[in-house]
């Protein structure tokens, strides 16, 4: 494309529609710039990645309610597919739309876009490089998907989401997890070199059309964000595409595009790369430091409380009276789980309700909306536990074994070349 002197006018139109389209979705989507906040994110509030979108709140809220009689407020709530966004997507198109036909009729005499193409095409390689070594470091660690919790062990599996479905199955096996990881990362570092920077988007258009993919049969809530970094990725394949059909498709060595320079000195040149880099370097420590935060914090590096584990209910007594396990009963509990990330009890109909546990000094509390009990520990053996306090202001005494997790199958099955039976 930029080889050319002249433009088809089609060619001309699609460009200027592009540089709008993208340019509004990397100034004004949400995570593109708050990405390059590298170490410095550390010091910004939770809040600041969604400041570009707050912006522009207004028009798209009214446009939500006038246009399309929805409710288009923006939830701060990890969904990358909520009514705000596909409605501030909308505008993006309009405003594209309506750009590039003013853009077309003021500069129809322009017969190429020769020097504005090559920063439209290092800005979206810098993009697609952060928010792919963003996803790749996240998976890398693993943090993204971290190994099922124990909760997810005895939770009926029609019971889960299609979304829980996918997070379980990756973070079951961290190897493929951490080499999902990988290949984001490969894609992500071989944009930033100009050489290397069609096999990065490549990669990356693989990468991606996987990601948008599960994204769209596991309903999983980044779907639009998916589909823009694929079609960044192939947007950046465009000029090459000839060069990869001689290669791949036809079977002949065809000719390179070889992407003229930035700027129009050498020395130039080389300070404009060492600036792309040195913002690479950034990045990476910026993401390198939330992957180790986050494994700490909530990944599989996370301490282990004391009581952890799935405790099994041997014998429940609630206000003087010993309760039979029987599933009708809504008062006794099956199981009690402590987990890295929560805890919960499980009643006799197999409901799982969500509490907090907190052991101090031999006193095991557990709230959730309201207080739930207060008891104290004895531990006769490492896998028995005996509770004695209260349950609902009534007195109470559970007495409990720990299930070791490696009997469930999935939980961390030996690697095996060699299998004669198959077990289903």
Known sequence: MQQQTTW??????AFRFGVVYFGLYLLLFAQMLYVYAGIAAQWLPDSAVLWQMRLVQGPVAWTGRHVFDADAVLRDNGSGDQTAIWVQLFLHLVVAAAAAAIWSVLDRRRPAYPVLFRWFT????????????????????????PFPALTTLITPYGEQRLMDVLWNQVGAAPAYEILLGLAEIAAGLLLVLPRTATLGALLGAVCM???FLLNLTFDVPVKLHSWHLLLIAVVLLLPHLRALADLFVLGRSGDPVTPPPLLGSPRANRIAFAVQL?????????????????YREYGNGTPRPELYGIWEVTDFELAGTALPPLRTDPARWHRLVIDTGGAAYQRMDDTLVPIAAEL???????TGPDPIARFTVERPAAELLTLRGELGGAPATIALRQRDPHTFPMYHPPFRWVIDEVHR
Do not use: C, S
């Open 8 to 13: 088809h006018p089609l060619t001309r139109i």
């Open 122 to 145: 290092v800005l979206l390689r810098l993009a697609l490089a952060g928010q792919l070594l963003l996803y790749g470091f996240a998976k890398a660690v693993p943090n993204q998907m």
């Open 209 to 211: 059309a996987q990601v």
């Open 360 to 366: 101090e000094a031999g006193t095991l509390v557990l």
């Open 278 to 294: 040195l913002l690479i370097a950034w990045l990476i420590a910026g993401q390198v430091q939330v992957a180790a935060d986050g």
